[in-house]
C-alpha cells in the first residue's frame, strides 16, 4: 500500500470512529434523567436526610423529587432548601421536582414555596393530590382555573405549575376520566404528571392520556403494576411516548419497601432501567 492510500485509510478509519464515537455520545445525551421520589425512601429520609442522599447517589439516580411541600420556610422538618442544596450538590443530584400540597401555590406561601425552589434548582411544581377537588365536575373545574392561574403566577420564574395522578384520578364522571375532564380545562403548560402504576391501579388508561395529551409530561412516574413490569410489552409503548410525543424531561421512579425502608426496591428498579437501556 503507497503512502497516500494508507494515510488517506488511517483518515478514513479516523473519520468513522469519530462518528461512531458521536453517535453514541449524542445517544446517551438524549436519554432521559432518572431521579427518585422521595417518599419511596420515606422512612429512610425520616431517620437520616443525608445518609438517604447519599445512598440514592449511590445507586445511581440522577436526580430526587421532594415530597409532603406546604409552602413552610423549611422544606423538610429543620431542613432548609440550602442546606439540602448542599447535600444534592455534594452527591450529585438534582431537585427534579417538588410534590406540594394545594396551599403551597395559594397568594399566602406561594412566594416562599418559589423561592425555596430557586435555591433547590427546581422547576417543577406538582401539586401531590387533591382528592377533594377530584369528585365532580364543578370542583374539577376550580382545580383547573387554580393550576392555570397558579402557572400564570409562576412562568415569570420559569417554573411550571402540574398535577399528580392518584387512583381516585380515574374514576368516571359523565363517561370520562375525572383526570381527562381535568387536563381538558388547564393549560397546555400546566404538567400531566402521570404515575403509570397509579393510573392501572384505578382503572385508567395511561398510553390513551399520553397520546390525548402529547408533550404534557415533563416529567412522569414510573412505577410497575401486576404484569406490567418494565421488561414488559407494555411498558415499551410506555417509553416510546415518553421519549417521543410526551417531550419527557425526567423520568421518577416511585417504587419502594414497606413503609418507606430500605433501599432494595428502588434499586432493583434503576437497575431494570438501566438493564434496558434507559
Not at 410526551?246 to 416511585?254: F, R
Not at 432493583?268 to 434507559?278: F, Q
Given at each position: ?112 414555596t418559589?423561592e ?8 417543577f ?12 365536575l ?19 420564574q ?8 392518584h ?78 410525543s ?9 417504587m ?23
Open positions: 500500500m503507497n503512502p497516500s492510500r494508507r494515510q488517506f485509510m488511517k483518515s478514513a478509519i479516523g473519520l468513522m470512529a469519530g462518528y461512531a464515537g458521536h453517535a453514541a455520545w449524542a445517544a446517551a445525551k438524549a436519554k432521559i434523567p432518572i431521579g427518585l421520589q422521595l417518599y419511596a425512601v420515606r422512612g429512610e429520609f425520616a431517620r437520616s436526610v443525608p445518609e438517604t442522599l447519599k445512598t440514592v447517589g449511590r445507586l445511581g439516580y440522577q436526580g430526587v423529587e421532594f415530597w409532603g411541600y406546604g409552602g413552610t420556610p423549611n422544606v423538610y422538618k429543620e431542613y432548609s432548601a440550602k442546606q439540602l442544596r448542599q447535600i444534592l450538590d455534594e452527591h450529585g443530584l438534582k431537585c427534579c421536582g417538588m410534590h406540594l400540597q394545594l396551599k403551597a401555590l395559594e397568594d399566602a406561601q406561594l412566594q416562599c418559589i425555596n425552589n430557586q435555591v433547590l434548582g427546581n422547576r411544581l406538582i401539586v401531590a393530590a387533591a382528592k377533594e377537588k377530584m369528585g365532580s364543578e370542583s374539577i373545574k376550580q382545580l383547573a382555573e387554580f393550576l392555570n392561574q397558579a402557572h400564570e403566577k409562576c412562568k415569570a420559569k417554573m411550571r405549575v402540574g398535577y399528580h395522578a387512583a381516585f384520578d380515574f374514576a368516571k364522571i359523565e363517561g370520562r376520566f375525572a383526570w381527562d375532564h381535568l387536563f381538558s380545562q388547564t393549560r397546555p403548560e400546566v404538567i400531566m404528571q402521570l404515575d403509570i402504576g397509579n393510573c392501572l391501579s384505578g382503572g385508567g388508561d395511561p398510553i390513551a392520556m399520553l397520546k390525548k395529551f402529547p408533550g404534557r409530561s415533563l416529567t412522569i412516574h414510573l412505577r410497575e403494576h401486576e404484569e406490567k413490569t418494565f421488561e414488559s410489552d407494555y411498558y415499551k409503548e410506555i417509553f416510546h411516548l415518553v421519549e417521543t410526551a417531550k419527557t424531561q425526567w423520568a421518577v421512579v416511585e419502594g419497601g414497606e413503609g418507606g425502608k430500605g433501599f432494595d426496591v428502588p434499586e432493583k428498579a434503576l437497575a431494570t432501567l438501566r438493564r434496558l437501556g434507559k
